[in-house]
Every structure is written in structure tokens, then in C-alpha cells.
T-cell receptor, first 113, second 114 residues
Framework: DQQVKQNSPSLSVQEGRISILNCDYT??????FLWYKKYPAEGPTFLIS?????DKNEDGRFTVFLNKSAKHLSLHIVPSQPGDSAVYFC????????????FGTGTRLTVIP | GAGVSQSPSNKVTEKGKDVELRCDPI?????LYWYRQSLGQGLEFLIY????????KSGLPSDRFSAERTGGSVSTLTIQRTQQEDSAVYLC????????????FGPGTRLTVL
């Protein structure tokens, strides 16, 4: 049973516009969330994270928003660049004693030049 | 190399055969994870090694799966009597300091069981 869901398998955005990638989770015990970016033939790389004590974390062009009541987080990329084209995974953790992350299925972002 | 490496990058095997997948972690990284990503699924946790502690095997899907980490460095994931549902990309990740932000993934091994 997927505890972390990314319902949009793909997203296309024009260069310079905002990309918004969404992620929903079901486990209210999750308290730490991450976004990873994955290029073909490479492993995922950490992009940005947010703790449940915050509702926003910003790093350059990337901002993650967390809505705990809705169990929803989103990643905003602005302005989008062609090099941002990749698969984006959200992940969650926080269960006491857990050693693992729970990942979504990924959203493939294509930024059109 | 500077990153996590995995071998082979691709493996095609016949149903019923055993396979062994290798992960070379970043030097000095004490924690090592194995994940797999089946088609249309998110990354699924398999097993976790931390230093000399007993590994967390809670994610292994069946007793056909096992893993070891020799000398706190290289890790091998072994799948015995492979089944078609074992087809997936198997990813290894290592961590230097406890914290998800410092988890570095290898490129993965794509396993295809015919």
C-alpha cells in the first residue's frame, strides 16, 4: 500500500514558467519529507527537504510547501529550466525507529525550451 | 570513484537462477541501504546496514533475498531462484552522517528475469 503518492506521472512546463509537483501521504506520523531528482541512468539525488515543524522551505529556485492538515506537499521550481527535466520523487520518514524512507512513484518533468 | 557504484548495470537472467548484485559505497560511509523500484512503483526499502550493528532486514520481500556487507564496505544483494516479479531496478544508497539529506544513491542495477 503506497503511503506516499504522486498522482501525476508526468508534467510539461515551458521554460521560465513555474513547475509545481505534488505529493500526498497517508501516514500522519511522517514528520520529515524530501524531494529527490533523478536523471536517466543515475541514482536519485537529494534536492530539498522539510520538517513538519515548518510549512515552507526555500533553496534558490526550489521551494517545498507542506500542508500537514491535508497531508500534502508540493515542490515549486521557478523559473523552470531545461536542465530541470528529470524524474522527481518525494519521500517521507519519521516513524520512530524506522530506518527507511517511503517514496512516491515519481513525476517526470519536462521543461520545454 | 567519488560516488556510489553498482555492478552490473544491467542483468538479464532466467527464472529460477540466482543473481548477485554489488554495491561499492562511498569510502567512510557507515550506513548502506538497498532499495528496489519495480515498474510503476516508488522506491521500496529492502535492507539497511549501519556499522557493525545487525542489519534491518524488515523490507526484504521473501527469504529468497539476502544481503551482506563485508568489512563495513562492499555490499552484495543476493536473490535466489529469481522470479519474474523480481524484475526491477535495484538501488544502493550510502550515508555518511545520519540524516536523509546525506543519502547518496548509486546508479542502480536493472534486473530482468525472463
Amino acid at each position: 500500500d503506497q503511503q506516499v503518492k504522486q498522482n501525476s506521472p508526468s508534467l510539461s512546463v515551458q521554460e521560465g514558467r513555474i513547475s509545481i509537483l505534488n505529493c500526498d501521504y497517508t501516514n500522519s506520523m511522517f514528520d520529515y519529507f524530501l524531494w529527490y531528482k533523478k536523471y536517466p541512468a543515475e541514482g536519485p539525488t537529494f534536492l530539498i527537504s522539510i520538517s513538519s515543524i515548518k510549512d515552507k522551505n526555500e533553496d534558490g529556485r526550489f521551494t517545498v510547501f507542506l500542508n500537514k492538515s491535508a497531508k500534502h506537499l508540493s515542490l515549486h521550481i521557478v523559473p523552470s529550466q531545461p536542465g530541470d527535466s528529470a524524474v522527481y520523487f518525494c519521500a517521507a520518514s519519521g516513524q520512530t525507529g524506522a530506518n527507511n524512507l517511503f517514496f512516491g512513484t515519481g513525476t517526470r518533468l519536462t521543461v520545454i525550451p | 570513484g567519488a560516488g556510489v557504484s553498482q555492478s552490473p548495470s544491467n542483468k538479464v537472467t532466467e527464472k529460477g537462477k540466482d543473481v548477485e548484485l554489488r554495491c561499492d559505497p562511498i569510502s567512510g560511509h557507515t550506513a548502506l541501504y538497498w532499495y528496489r523500484q519495480s515498474l510503476g512503483q516508488g522506491l521500496e526499502f529492502l535492507i539497511y546496514f549501519q556499522g557493525n550493528s545487525a542489519p534491518d532486514k524488515s523490507g526484504l520481500p521473501s527469504d529468497r533475498f539476502s544481503a551482506e556487507r563485508t568489512g563495513g564496505s562492499v555490499s552484495t544483494l543476493t536473490i535466489q531462484r529469481t522470479q519474474q516479479e523480481d524484475s526491477a531496478v535495484y538501488l544502493c544508497a550510502t550515508v555518511l552522517i545520519q540524516g536523509w539529506d546525506t543519502q547518496y544513491f548509486g546508479p542502480g542495477t536493472r534486473l530482468t528475469v525472463l
